[in-house]
């Protein structure tokens, strides 16, 4: 088996937790200079750890190693959403090279090997998983010139020109080469923690299916329009939510969850009776089967809100993602390795957030590990893992590598 | 009495209203280009009406008549709401002009005469009644210097220098001058179009009260967040006015209006859990008892919502306007004309939306009469009247402020 240095490990996190820090954060949006400064720390770490490693034109960094046989892929991302914590993304690709350090001081003669990957932008600055999407090739070049910052808007194509990418090769995946696809990350969510367990071994990544519900009224005076002829938009749209949030509960399994974050009425101003309203509506299950059911309870409320009136109801579909099944023998491998050497204090947890892995699921097996987030914290600063849950996290991570590895 | 002078009327409305023309409508923000030609159009019109035209400090335009006696002030506002209607203020002051020409042609020697007002600024584009306001008296320089258009944000300063404005003296009433303010206006909702009627007496203008009530939960991520752990502030808004909506008709009066114009979530996204929102609520009514009534029972509605959580729920009032009695004999004289001149097509109705006439009535007496608005519809660019109507309320108008004169 393998096992990792924890010292070496905690230092590294430490390095890379310097670059962009926000108090106890970071803020390193994707091909910012500081996101680039970790790209460039992690390529000198992966030469130190013997990998070979690479750039490519869409800020993917692949450490590649030179052994004979099949290999791990292992990784997670560097970037970070705006102002937020220092272990989501980073943690997984330092469990990566860690592991990959592992394998060359204690089996330097083993067959199979471990690549360690950093993808771009999985925190969607610029668009959806773009580095790991790239690397299946599902990425056009014509995605890439669309994409722009959600916050700064500057396009993509200007910011891989100033990283220096400009026309760079993008590295697609050699399907012989790998056999799956290892990805450890924080929990983001309370479940560990409060069950007091340390790993969470992912069965699956939910799939995500998004809607934007349109209300349409009539604008008009807010002090001359009498309440009996308003179509009000607003209106509309909260008893609308009111009804959802009173419904869900019936059509919901366990861990379905679902989330309005946004609403906008139109024209927004304080003495005008909105006469458009948009709400951004979402829910996630893992269970293919649940997520069809609420699309189509989801549409008969809609059709029935619309019936009833006074207001125009509709929605579009913005996205159906696919619940992504983690491979069934890593998720023995990583059990197995928690029971060694984690005390057993494991659990079989589906990912309610979207991860790379899910993108690389799609073509070959996948497996997630998952350490406790305190108080479920994430996308913010204060994020944060107990400094022994990293280290038993790493552990396990290495150890279950080193029997994929058949080690 | 005094008649007018129907096609010059017309006319007039004709050539003001393709200053600044938008579709059918204009768009003439205060103290934009178009909003200053339409000022120097009325003053060329009030030199040849006998009246002495005066642009004050702050972009009030005000005619003032060389008559020896006691005088009526009459007016309304030339600037329109962004892309909105044509008759929105200028009717007000084509009606006050009309009579103005009417009297120094009818009545030439008559002691009493008619000061024609178009006040800066009802619209709010800079503040709130600025023009208006500051003629009785209630703006200081420092509320000035503070003032900055809603749309674009350029300063109240800057646009009054572009002007030619600044250090212009600011005109202030002298109370012993006027025996009353008249002021005509669209009636901005569809009570006299749907009791086929043409003239509204209004009895008073309505108090608005403005609130923020703000809902504050717990930010997270909404894939890994259980929904039993939430603290959604968008969820507990979205409730929230689903009760107001249900309860306020119990504790309403009749003509009370109320509406939630804006809401915000924060941060907004669709994948985030709101950790706080916020909702722009006012209501509306004619009667200071029910204004205390309601506010009462909001507080109350508030008190509760925070108490069985999740969330913290507070507010902060914006506004306690005063609700504004228009002046009973004045009132009279109106119903008068429009027995003898409008068949008698008229009904004695409150003002749901503020004007100038509640700034005026602080300080005099104030009454203002009504035409229809063909759907209800104002402050959009179909905004419109039948020129019958337009003709008919420009006869009442002329023949109230006649006897207002004594003639």
Redesign the interface.
């Given at each position: 088996m393998l096992d990792i240095n924890a010292e070496r490990l905690l230092s590294d996190l430490g390095e890379l937790s310097a670059i962009g820090q926000f108090r106890t954060g970071v803020h390193r949006p994707s091909l910012s200079a500081e996101h680039l400064a970790c790209c460039r720390w992690l390529m000198d770490k992966l030469t130190a750890a013997g990998l070979d490693p690479f750039m490519d034109g869409i800020g993917n960094v692949l450490g590649r190693s030179t052994r004979p046989g099949q290999h791990l892929l292992a990784g997670s991302h560097l970037e970070s959403q705006n102002h937020a914590g220092r272990l989501d993304g980073p943690l997984g690709v330092l469990y990566a090279l860690e592991t990959a350090r592992a394998l060359q001081e204690q089996r330097p003669g083993h067959a199979k090997g471990i690549d360690v990957a950093a993808w771009c932008d999985e925190e969607g600055h610029f668009g959806s998983f773009l580095g790991s999407r790239s690397f299946v090739g599902q990425v056009s070049e014509i995605e890439i010139d669309k994409a722009t910052d959600r916050t700064h808007g500057h396009t993509m194509r200007d910011a891989l020109a100033k990283a220096g990418l400009a026309g760079k090769q993008r590295l697609t995946v050699s399907l012989e080469r790998y056999l799956g696809y290892f990805e450890a990350h924080i929990?983001?969510?309370?479940?560990l923690e409060s069950e007091r367990l340390t790993i969470g071994v992912v069965t699956s990544i939910?799939g995500?299916w998004?809607y934007r519900i349109t209300f349409e009224g009539v604008?008009?005076?807010?002090?001359?329009?009498?309440?009996a002829?308003r179509r009000?938009a607003?209106?509309a749209?909260?008893?609308f939510?009111?009804m959802v949030?009173e419904r869900m509960?019936t059509v919901?399994a366990e861990?379905?969850?679902?989330?309005?974050?946004?609403?906008?009425?139109d024209p927004?101003?304080?003495?005008?009776?909105?006469g458009r309203a948009d709400m951004?509506f979402?829910f996630?299950d893992a269970d293919p089967d649940v997520l069809l059911r609420l699309d189509k309870a989801l549409m008969a409320w809609i059709a029935e809100a619309d019936r009833i009136g006074p207001c125009r109801v509709s929605a579009v579909n913005l996205r159906k993602g696919v619940p992504a099944r983690m491979d069934p023998s890593m998720q023995a491998a990583i059990e197995a390795a928690a029971q060694q050497h984690a005390g057993a204090r494991h659990k079989r947890i589906p990912?309610?957030?979207?991860h790379d892995a899910q993108i690389l699921a799609t073509v070959m097996p996948a497996a997630m590990l998952f350490v406790p987030s305190i108080g479920?914290?994430?996308?913010?600063w204060t994020e944060n893992t107990e400094d022994a849950d990293i280290v038993s996290g790493g552990r396990v991570f290495a150890a279950a590598a080193g029997a994929m590895l058949g080690l």
């Open positions: 929990e983001q969510g309370d479940v939910v995500l998004q604008q008009n005076h807010a002090g001359t329009t009498r309440m002829i009000d607003g209106v749209l909260a008893r939510m009111g949030e509960p919901a861990r379905t969850v679902w989330t309005t974050g946004s609403i906008t009425l927004g101003a304080p003495s005008i009776i909105p951004m979402q996630r990912s309610g957030a979207g479920g914290i994430s996308h913010h």
